[in-house]
């Protein structure tokens, strides 16, 4: 755990700096397109969505769990959920044209309801991007272990490049609470509907960047979270 307290004041000190770090052209970059994508329309019933547990019983059970049931996970719940997230944080923050949108990928391992793999979801679309076969062992996806035994992991990308260009670190910073709010939002939604998980901070970016083109710049990821079937208790 850091304790030097003048280092961290600097560095929070420099995150209200809205001087860009770079050139400032963000808007004259294009993230490479997938081009292999295929567009998926998640429609899950009402009665699929609707929640097992009222705010009160979900925040009182909340907790981060490591340890997950084996059985499948319906994907489907899981992209349509997140769609409404990402619709939620552009209408929010009403940043997507000037500071970039958020994404979300998600590792879909043992799904019903949809195909396993890796699927990219925004505000206004969702696509599967991969099969399980192209995805590789779940376990390279994180830096530990039990991450790889939920059923699947969603992840939040920004486009820190468009940030950083609209307002510096100022930009990174907002990049990073919009995340934040998108994970915790997506968490809480499968608390609500009886599924589990951790938010977590360890995805190993290396082990999907060629599956999601994560470039460490356009697509940048700040925040994950695993989903899964509780444990019998
Ligand atoms: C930014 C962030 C990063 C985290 N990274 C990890 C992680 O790498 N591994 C993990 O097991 N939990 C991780 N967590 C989850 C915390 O360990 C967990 O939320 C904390 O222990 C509080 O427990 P609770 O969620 O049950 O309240 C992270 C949480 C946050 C907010």
């Known amino acids: 755990m850091r304790n030097d307290l003048e280092t961290m004041k600097t560095v929070l000190e420099g995150l209200s700096s809205r001087t860009s770090t770079s050139d400032g052209l963000a808007a004259e970059r294009r993230p ?6 295929v567009p998926v329309d998640p429609a899950p019933s009402a009665e699929d969505l609707r929640p097992v547990h009222d705010l009160r019983d979900t925040l009182q059970r909340r907790r981060s769990l490591l340890h997950y049931a084996q059985q499948p996970v319906r994907t489907d719940v899981i992209l349509s959920s997140l ?12 940043l997507d044209d000037t500071a970039g949108e958020l994404v979300a990928f998600v590792f ?18 969702t696509a599967h991007l991969a099969g399980p076969d192209e995805l590789g062992p779940p376990e390279d996806l994180g830096v530990q272990r039990e991450f790889s035994t939920a059923a699947g992991i969603v992840a939040l990308y920004a486009d820190l490049d468009a940030a950083d260009s609209w307002a510096g670190s100022h930009g990174y910073r907002v990049s990073l609470v919009r995340a934040s709010m998108a994970t915790y939002d997506f968490h809480l939604r499968c608390q609500a509907l009886g599924l589990v998980g951790t938010v977590f901070g360890g995805l190993i970016p290396s082990s999907v960047r060629h599956l999601v083109q994560g470039d460490g710049v356009t697509r940048h990821p700040l925040l994950a979270a695993t989903y899964a079937h509780p444990m019998p208790s």
């Open 108 to 125: 879909a391992f043992r799904s019903e309801g949809a195909p396993a793999g890796v699927y990219r979801v925004t505000a206004g679309e």
């Open 83 to 94: 769609g409404d997230v990402l619709a939620r944080d552009r209408a929010d923050w009403g």
């Open 32 to 37: 490479v397109p997938f081009a292999n994508a």
